[in-house]
């Protein structure tokens, strides 16, 4: 009798233990997403999604509290005017998304150690926020948009900001800046920096001060109407990725030229650059794992783009291109490669050795019908998407 009382307590702290277990990422990408307050209450302790973004809320739901084991909340595009005390009692709550609301304070109430132990992303942007309070740095975050806030007050914001010693990610797009806070460059922990759409930051001497925090790994630089981009980016130790998409008067021959000797430098996305030819120097970015040059107008790559051996992903999706070099068959390491929306008639010999292949996305129209049948042959192992012009692949 007393083994299987045991047993039984055994058994309760385990599965008290696995209830309290957060999901990972991937985990998180197969739950359900409920968008309906009422649907979702029938089934709350079930609820680790709540979508209730563009429902014209001008309050938090009253209930919201019975989500316990809740871990993202989206509560985009409504109304709010305040964050509600009772928040603090989602113990799991991990990503909460409050932008494009009417928040004015960025209040959480952090009176119990408990509270908000487990936030980690909050969004607020597109509000009209002026500061940020002090007690912001008793919650540990590591991620925080205050995108398109244009009421902040610059002089005050970033010194609160500042403190919160976890911070890895931070989003100051469209904010107006005319330079980058000395207070962003103390973040000592702050991997990736958005500072899209601030065209007036004198990118020059700001990026050489920023240089200085040694962690940065991603910076985040779209739509900037930039021409070119800094030779201090040469002085960032582990920058490893760079996104200056939407930026059309780009020079690019001069942008390889600096990014070529970024040491680290494995993601590069160039979407959306009216980029009508690739420069020959595009071979020299021999360490890129990551290749963006969808949403442009490039109609054929130079035999020179067999350069990249290291390349695993590359899009290439809304283009002009009919034909691939043959070059191009000595990107072994290929695992994503994305050529929908392209007049693309033919794929080269010597694609069938890229074993690596996990998803390939091809037009459905052009694409010669002998191709089509070799496609399965020579990439067994992936997920093979047709998709005719403009269409969406499926999730």
Same mark, same amino acid.
């Given at each position: 009798? #007393?083994?299987?009382?045991?047993?039984?307590?055994?058994?309760?702290?385990?599965?008290?233990?696995?209830?309290?277990?957060?999901? &990972?990422?991937?985990?998180?990408?197969?739950?359900?997403?409920?968008?309906?307050?009422?649907?979702?209450?029938?089934?709350?302790?079930?609820?680790?999604?709540?979508?209730?973004? +563009?429902?014209?809320? $001008?309050?938090?739901?009253?209930?919201?509290?019975?989500?316990?084991?809740?871990?993202?909340?989206?509560?985009? &595009?409504?109304?709010? +005017? @305040?964050?509600?005390?009772?928040?603090?009692?989602? *113990?799991?709550? =991990?990503?909460?998304?409050?932008?494009?609301?009417?928040?004015?304070?960025?209040?959480?109430?952090?009176?119990? $150690? *408990?509270?908000?132990?487990?936030?980690?992303?909050?969004?607020?942007?597109?509000?009209?926020?002026?500061? #940020? /309070?002090?007690?912001?740095? !008793?919650? @540990?975050?590591?991620?925080?948009?205050?995108?398109?806030?244009?009421?902040?007050?610059?002089?005050?914001?970033?010194?609160?900001?500042?403190?919160?010693?976890?911070?890895?990610?931070? $989003?100051?797009?469209?904010?107006?800046?005319?330079?980058?806070? %000395?207070?962003?460059?103390?973040?000592?922990?702050?991997? +990736?920096?958005?500072?899209?759409?601030?065209?007036?930051?004198? %990118?020059?001497?700001?990026?050489?001060?920023?240089? =200085?925090?040694?962690?940065?790994?991603?910076?985040?630089? *779209?739509?900037?109407?930039?021409?070119?981009?800094?030779?201090?980016?040469?002085?960032?130790?582990?920058? !490893?990725?760079?996104?200056?998409?939407?930026?059309?008067?780009?020079?690019?021959?001069?942008?390889?030229?600096?990014?070529?000797?970024?040491?680290?430098?494995?993601?590069?996305?160039?979407?959306?650059?009216?980029?009508?030819?690739?420069?020959?120097?595009?071979?020299?970015?021999?360490?890129? %794992?990551?290749?963006?040059?969808?949403?442009?107008?490039?109609?054929?790559?130079? *035999? =020179?783009?067999?350069?990249?051996?290291?390349? !695993?992903?590359?899009?290439?999706?809304?283009?002009?291109? =009919?034909?691939?070099?043959?070059?191009?068959?000595?990107?072994?390491?290929?695992?994503?490669?994305?050529?929908?929306?392209? /007049?693309?008639?033919?794929?080269?010999?010597?694609?069938?050795?890229?074993?690596?292949?996990?998803?390939? !996305?091809?037009?459905?129209?052009?694409? &010669?019908?002998?191709?089509?049948?070799?496609?399965?042959? %020579?990439?067994?192992?992936?997920?093979?998407?047709?998709?005719?012009?403009?269409?969406?692949?499926?999730?």
């Amino acid at each position: 009798m #007393i083994r299987f009382f045991t047993l039984g307590i055994l058994i309760l702290f385990s599965v008290v233990g696995i209830s309290q277990t957060l999901m &990972d990422e991937q985990e998180l990408a197969e739950q359900e997403v409920y968008t309906d307050m009422n649907k979702a209450l029938k089934k709350a302790s079930e609820v680790i999604i709540l979508d209730l973004s +563009s429902q014209g809320l $001008d309050a938090f739901p009253k209930n919201l509290s019975r989500f316990r084991n809740l871990q993202i909340l989206i509560l985009s &595009d409504n109304q709010l +005017s @305040e964050i509600p005390d009772n928040l603090s009692k989602l *113990r799991k709550l =991990q990503k909460l998304y409050i932008d494009h609301n009417n928040i004015e304070n960025l209040f959480f109430n952090t009176s119990d $150690d *408990r509270n908000f132990e487990n936030l980690e992303e909050v969004y607020a942007g597109y509000n009209p926020l002026k500061t #940020i /309070p002090e007690n912001l740095k !008793e919650i @540990e975050l590591l991620m925080v948009s205050l995108a398109g806030c244009k009421y902040l007050d610059l002089n005050k914001v970033f010194t609160p900001l500042a403190r919160i010693l976890t911070l890895e990610s931070l $989003d100051l797009s469209e904010l107006n800046l005319d330079t980058i806070p %000395w207070e962003v460059t103390n973040l000592g922990g702050l991997k +990736s920096l958005n500072l899209s759409k601030n065209p007036a930051i004198a %990118w020059d001497t700001s990026l050489k001060f920023l240089s =200085q925090n040694k962690k940065i790994e991603e910076l985040i630089l *779209r739509d900037n109407k930039l021409t070119t981009v800094p030779q201090e980016l040469k002085m960032f130790k582990r920058l !490893e990725a760079i996104d200056i998409s939407n930026n059309d008067k780009l020079r690019l021959d001069e942008v390889i030229n600096v990014l070529q000797d970024v040491k680290f430098l494995s993601s590069l996305k160039l979407s959306n650059c009216k980029i009508d030819k690739l420069p020959k120097n595009i071979g020299n970015l021999k360490v890129l %794992w990551e290749l963006d040059l969808s949403h442009n107008d490039i109609s054929f790559l130079p *035999r =020179q783009i067999g350069g990249l051996v290291q390349l !695993e992903s590359f899009d290439l999706r809304y283009n002009h291109i =009919q034909e691939l070099p043959a070059e191009f068959a000595y990107l072994l390491s290929l695992e994503n490669l994305y050529l929908s929306n392209n /007049p693309l008639e033919y794929i080269p010999d010597g694609v069938e050795n890229m074993k690596d292949m996990k998803y390939v !996305e091809l037009p459905k129209k052009t694409l &010669d019908k002998g191709v089509k049948k070799s496609v399965s042959k %020579w990439f067994p192992d992936a997920d093979i998407v047709y998709l005719k012009i403009d269409e969406e692949p499926k999730d």
